[in-house]
């Protein structure tokens, strides 16, 4: 019985039939093009900077390879003919759409067009990721910048599922198939309600907030303060209480405000506008919190790597005014 042919090879047949397509010399068709803007080799080979014997040989070629005569010769130049001027308009297409196929694969490979997914906890204001950004997006407007904002462990998942291209997390996470980078650091703060007993102080020890309530948060970086509460108050009495909430951060700063409880954030929410609240450094943190890039080491984008590469830049900038609001870079 015989075999039906598949659907590619019922689509390619054509492709086989005429397989001396693919043989075309690229400057055959651009040297043709020329002669048919010109109407004139001699103009077509000095406007391409090549020899006009060049020129009328390779277009001779190119007509016998179609069997069609693209241009009827005179004495003064060329004129085209109907079968020309079907076959140079298709071909003017198709050239330009390589043209911009090469260009924008040229850009793709700088880094300079397509797209960057970026995860991360939070994007405050005059912080030093939301400058990394704004740096990034002036110096590629040719890339697509993508945010989504969630916690550590969810970016990370989604990083592993090629759904981000990089993550900004809290803390050293020790990640065997992923690539890490410490990128800058913020000193841990504590926000209590004006009111107060210890808002007075220039700063606080983790013994002075025995007793007190910790908000904390579901989602951004929230699990990592949870862990981080627990870890210093371990072993204290009494035991810590720690509720914790579905809320944006914003909304939790004035739950603080309102009396609910206390909570601890990086000093770079101290850069939001806020009533009511005091932001105090810890005497005892021995480290400020160092925050980290996660990436595949399978991703080899150009644009992922010009993004790196800024934050090694801005974190050799010793005069940059984030680092004089608490925000310390780390990233090399």
Not at 71 to 100: M, N, P
Not at 106 to 134: K, Y
Not at 257 to 276: H, K, R, Y
Request: aromatic letters at 6%; a positive charge; glycine letters at 10%.
């Amino acid at each position: 019985m015989r075999r039906r042919p598949s659907k590619v090879e019922r689509g390619n047949g054509s492709l086989r039939s005429h397989g001396w397509a693919s043989r075309i010399p690229l400057a055959s068709l651009i040297q043709t093009l020329a002669v048919a803007e010109y109407l004139n080799f001699r103009h077509a080979a000095n406007a391409l900077g090549v020899a006009q014997s060049s020129v009328s040989a390779r277009v001779k070629a190119l007509e016998e390879d179609l069997g069609i005569l693209l241009f009827e010769r005179h004495a003064r130049g060329v004129r085209l003919t109907g079968a020309g001027r079907h076959f140079v308009e298709r071909i003017a297409v198709a050239v330009d759409q390589l043209g911009h196929a090469v260009k924008t694969a040229g850009m793709a490979a700088a880094g300079e067009s397509g797209r960057l997914r970026i995860g991360i906890h939070a994007l405050t204001p005059g912080s030093f990721i939301a400058e990394l950004i704004a740096q990034y997006r002036e110096g590629h407007p040719g890339i697509q910048v993508e945010i989504t904002e969630g916690t550590a462990r969810d970016a990370i998942m989604q990083l592993r599922g090629d759904q981000l291209d990089v993550v900004f997390v809290a803390g050293k996470p020790e990640l065997p198939d992923c690539h890490t980078r410490p990128i800058w650091t913020e000193p841990l703060v504590a926000v209590l309600p004006e009111r107060h007993r210890l808002a007075g102080q220039p700063a606080i020890t983790w013994a002075d907030l025995i007793g007190d309530t910790f908000l904390v948060r579901y989602g951004g970086t929230g699990p990592q303060v949870h862990d981080h509460i627990v870890l210093r108050l371990a072993g204290r009495w009494p035991v810590p209480s720690i509720l914790r909430f579905d809320v944006e951060r914003g909304t939790l700063l004035s739950m603080v405000e309102q009396g609910f409880g206390i909570t601890i954030v990086g000093a770079a929410s101290a850069l939001l506008p806020t009533t009511g609240i005091v932001f105090l450094p810890f005497a005892d943190e021995a480290e400020p919190v160092a925050f980290t890039a996660v990436w595949s080491p399978f991703n080899r984008s150009a644009a992922l790597q010009n993004l790196l590469d800024l934050a090694g830049k801005m974190n050799r900038d010793s005069d940059s005014p984030n680092r004089l609001r608490g925000g310390t870079r780390t990233a090399r």
